[in-house]
């Protein structure tokens, strides 16, 4: 497994890998990644930091693992490029988003690179995943890795929306200033925990959008072509 991250964040957390858990970790993730089918590919597990610098965040997004099934996941959570049907947690995504702020969402498309190269980081707990076994890294150690990542980006940054969705992201607040930062909650957007009430109507995209204009940034264009090419940022 590769350990040099990305951009500025190998300076970042540099005080990581000189931890007990990290060599651990990285010969866990190896041996699996000999012995069976794991995913993301293992040039795709960094992406979220790849894609989204830490100078560049604005957003933080925190999913559980990756997706479990052949070319489904490209190391950003939620982030769909599978040929199939659409996850259902990220069809409810883009429902909200849709009504929320009144756009049209794809229909066959749902690689999220776009969202990341505009300051949102879409960080799985867990990086990497067996297939067709969910949780099967859990215990790695990769929650040491992506907790030090929160807490880094909550006392090193001001003013960046958290959005947790789901009882297992709330147990991230924690970790997160909440005088410095803005946290969102709401249900999961299974339909597990959608169909429950919370997530729909939650409007977490325009209220982080809302939060960022009030401060002067520049808002997320959340909305996506829907097609089969290279992401593309496309204008509300």
Avoid: R
């Avoid at 429902?95 to 980081?121: C, H, R, Y």
């Avoid at 960046?160 to 297992?168: A, E, M, R, S």
């Amino acid at each position: 497994m590769q350990t040099l991250l990305p951009n500025d964040w190998q300076e970042l957390l540099k005080e990581e890998f000189s931890k007990s858990y990290w060599p651990v970790l990285v010969e866990k993730v190896s041996d699996a990644y000999q012995l069976n089918t794991c995913y993301p590919p293992k040039d795709d597990i960094f992406n979220a930091f790849k894609y989204c610098a830490f100078k560049d965040v604005k957003v933080v997004i925190i999913g559980q693992d990756p997706y479990h099934g052949k070319g489904q996941a490209n190391g950003l959570c939620f982030s769909y490029v599978g040929t199939q049907k659409f996850p259902p947690s990220l069809k409810n995504i883009y429902k909200e988003i849709s009504n929320d702020l009144a756009v049209e969402m794809p229909k066959s498309f749902g690689d999220l690179t776009a969202w990341a190269k505009q300051g949102v980081l879409l960080l799985n707990a867990t990086l990497t995943v067996q297939e067709g076994k969910p949780n099967s890294h859990q215990k790695f150690g990769w929650n040491s890795f992506t907790d030090a990542v929160i807490q880094k980006i909550s006392k090193e940054k001001q003013e960046v929306v958290f959005l947790l969705w789901g009882g297992f992201a709330h147990k991230k607040e924690i970790l997160i200033d909440e005088q410095k930062h803005k946290i969102l909650k709401a249900t999961h957007p299974s339909p597990l925990g959608a169909n429950k009430g919370g997530w729909f109507g939650c409007k977490h995209f325009s209220k982080t959008n809302n939060y960022l204009k009030s401060l002067g940034k520049k808002e997320i264009k959340w909305k996506l072509i829907d097609n089969n090419q290279p992401p593309t940022l496309f204008t509300l």
